[in-house]
């Protein structure tokens, strides 16, 4: 025990540990240089993995070499020349202090400038590279675009775009638009991409064909939604990937009390048009509630998305209304549910942890007894179960 606390004193004494912290940093500090100038030159990435492993084989002679040599006021000497009473260990250490704090300020400003820097992405292609000439025919993306084609019976749906006059809406529109997205999952021979890849090109004005691609779907729907009053008005675009044409658009005028009617005739309209013989006669509907109850569920949802504590006790408030409306809506349960778990202490709230997950269990099976097919209800199981596993675990440790 002695012999190891004299190695790790005299480590500190050589500045063995300082010149490997040093190292690293300066290490980390040239990789980001690296990648930032092999990204504005257009250099793969193979010289960048290059450069990080000629790095790290260098960081064993480094440490080695600080515990062989001593820096001197006549310069680098072996250690074993220098008399201890005229060491300067101490000076030096210091002075790699300074050194390693100015690298990982340098490291913090690189890191900066990489964000500001505007990312590469598929709308960089150049029109050069997007037009191939063939005989007879055109193509909008060079061939490697479209190597593994997507599935034809496949679709993405885009967050509608909020049209009202109140910004407040949003939420309203990105509801519609995940409740046509679930009610098009539930088709059995449909691919339908999920909503957090669908939604992360929510504001960005990229070529629909692009998104497609980066989707690897055949066809997108997209959309508005304006609301006034007691009235809204849904306009519903489909697009077929490949060329960028219109296969169908259709403007929807109803009251508020007719909106699951107009998602219901949305999804079958898509439906027929992506050739019902391919997918089969199968319908579409979706939960049917009180006007009320689906705003406050609309609204409970955009919350919970926000992921604090505030938004999510607020989401709660909003979908217990719903359920005292409606004491049968089976997506407002399950909402809850998913709300429940995550204001629990090991998520974002203060709840303690054993009584969320079995509050949020209990709403999660109220809401399978009402809809056994309920996507969001089976959705929120999985995550009670992985947050059970994690709560037994963090027991279990403690125990020990």
């Known amino acids: 025990m002695t012999e190891k606390t004299g190695l790790i004193e005299e480590l500190k004494r050589r500045n063995v540990f300082r010149v490997g912290i040093a190292y690293i940093v300066a290490a980390w500090l040239l990789v980001q240089i690296a990648d930032l100038a092999f990204d504005i030159v257009g250099v793969g990435d193979g010289l960048l993995r290059g450069v ?18 001593e820096l001197t006021p006549e310069g680098i000497k072996r250690e074993s020349e220098v008399n201890r009473t005229e060491s300067i260990t101490n000076v030096t250490a210091k002075k790699l202090d300074f050194v390693t704090i100015g690298l990982l300020i340098g490291a913090i400003l ?27 025919e055109e193509k909008l993306y060079p061939a490697p675009f479209f190597a593994d084609k997507a599935p034809a019976k496949s679709i993405a749906v885009l967050p509608f775009v909020n049209m009202s006059d109140d910004t ?17 999952a539930k088709v059995a021979d449909l691919k339908v991409a999920g909503r957090t890849s669908s939604f992360a090109f929510k504001g960005q004005n990229q070529d629909l064909r692009v998104i497609g691609v980066a989707l690897n779907v055949s066809h997108i729907l997209e959309g508005s939604v304006r609301k006034a009053g007691n009235r809204v008005r849904v306009t519903a675009q ?28 949305i999804s079958a309209a898509i439906l027929a048009e992506l050739k019902a013989h391919l997918i089969g006669s199968e319908m579409v509907t979706v939960a049917r509630t009180d006007s009320q109850a689906y705003e406050q569920y609309l609204l409970a949802g955009q919350r919970i998305y926000e992921r604090n504590e505030a938004s999510l006790q607020m989401a709660s408030r909003l979908l217990n209304e719903a359920i005292s409306i409606d004491p049968n809506y089976a997506p407002a349960y399950a909402q809850l549910g998913i709300a429940t778990m995550l204001l629990s202490k090991d998520n974002y709230g203060s709840l303690p942890t054993a009584k969320a997950l079995a509050d ?5 099976d109220r809401a399978l007894e009402l809809d056994p097919d309920q996507a969001e209800a089976m959705a929120g199981l999985g995550l009670h179960a992985q947050n059970a ?11 020990r």
């Open 360 to 364: 949020a269990k209990a709403l999660l």
């Open 168 to 184: 407040n809406n949003e939420y309203f529109s990105d509801g519609i638009s995940e409740e046509i997205l679930n009610a098009l």
């Open 238 to 265: 489909l697009i077929k990937v490949d060329d960028g044409y219109h296969v169908w658009s259709e403007n929807y005028d109803r009251e508020l009390d007719d909106i699951f009617a107009i998602q219901d005739e």
């Open 52 to 69: 990080a492993i000629l790095l790290a084989l260098g960081f064993i002679p480094t440490v080695i070499f600080a515990w062989a040599f």
């Open 389 to 399: 596993l994690l709560d037994y675990a963090s027991i279990f440790s403690t125990r």
């Open 110 to 136: 690189v890191v900066a400038v990489d964000r500001m820097l505007p990312e590469k992405g598929p709308d960089t292609i150049s029109p050069e590279d997007m037009t191939i000439a063939e005989p007879q």
